[in-house]
């Protein structure tokens, strides 16, 4: 009884463990999601400012200007993520970011003369940074889904291994009570041997009391079975709550 009680201990804490550790996946699953969700927002579509005509300088600044406001957000808004982005591409992106505000002031300074380099110069810029911007994005989303898929791969792991040392302790418990078992035959068969005729009764009575003891080890090694189908059980209901 003492070790079926220390068996069934072992179990309850293991249950809970699997239940926190699926939990904590779900919550992680959820959360890698989101973040994904939000990363994946698609950076608006490449501009071609030529039809912009020099009585419409003003207006194609204001426009520029709205739109490295627009990208200066977008950027910040990466920056912010730290370890997400990759420091190269963000690099390469602010770098494509000075181009076009240098840009936009050649618009500002532009004559009829210089017009038309003037407006190729900032759509060139412009979709520069839009490119940029696109890899950086891409670039968050991917590294998202490594950390992602190495926190299933974890969980699954620990899953595994909970699921063994389970199964090691049911093995554990049974060969304990086996043991015990063949310990109590041993035991009973010596006193009857070295019994003399005279005391032939109190043997009889010593080998039905082993009968009884077999009878409750054979009772709590089917326990013990019992157990281990319902933890196998349990964690196989766990996994394939995790696949789903």
Not at 92 to 118: Q, V
Not at 174 to 181: D, F, I, L, P
Not at 201 to 214: I, Y
Request: proline share 0%; charged share 35%.
């Amino acid at each position: 009884m003492k070790n079926l009680r220390k068996l069934s201990q072992v179990l309850a804490v293991v249950t809970i463990a699997l239940f926190t550790i699926t939990s904590c996946n779900k919550t992680k699953k959820e959360d890698n999601k989101a973040t994904t969700e939000e990363n994946s927002v698609v950076v608006k579509a490449s501009e071609d400012f030529s039809n912009y005509t020099f009585e419409q300088k003003d207006e194609l600044l204001k426009k520029t200007t709205e739109k490295l406001n627009d990208l200066n957000t977008q950027i910040a808004d990466l920056e912010s993520k730290g370890e997400e982005a990759s420091a190269d591409l963000l690099n390469t992106l602010k770098a494509s970011r000075e181009n076009l505000t240098k840009s936009i002031e050649t618009i500002n300074s532009a004559t009829a003369e210089t017009w038309n380099d003037a407006k190729s110069s900032v759509t060139k810029s412009y979709n520069s940074v839009v490119d940029g911007l696109d890899n950086v994005k891409t670039d968050v989303v991917g590294n998202v889904e490594g950390v992602k898929e190495n926190a299933t791969k974890k969980v699954e792991d620990t899953v595994n291994d909970a699921k063994e040392n389970v199964t090691n302790k049911v093995n554990d418990a049974k060969e304990s009570a086996t043991g015990k078992v063949n310990e109590v035959k041993d035991n009973v068969t010596n006193k009857v041997n070295e019994k003399s005729n005279e005391v032939k009764e109190t043997a009889n009575q010593a080998k039905e009391k082993a009968e009884a003891k077999k009878k409750e080890a054979e009772a709590k090694k089917e326990e013990v079975k019992k157990a281990g189908e319902e933890v196998k059980n349990s964690v196989k209901n766990m996994k394939n709550a995790l696949t789903n």
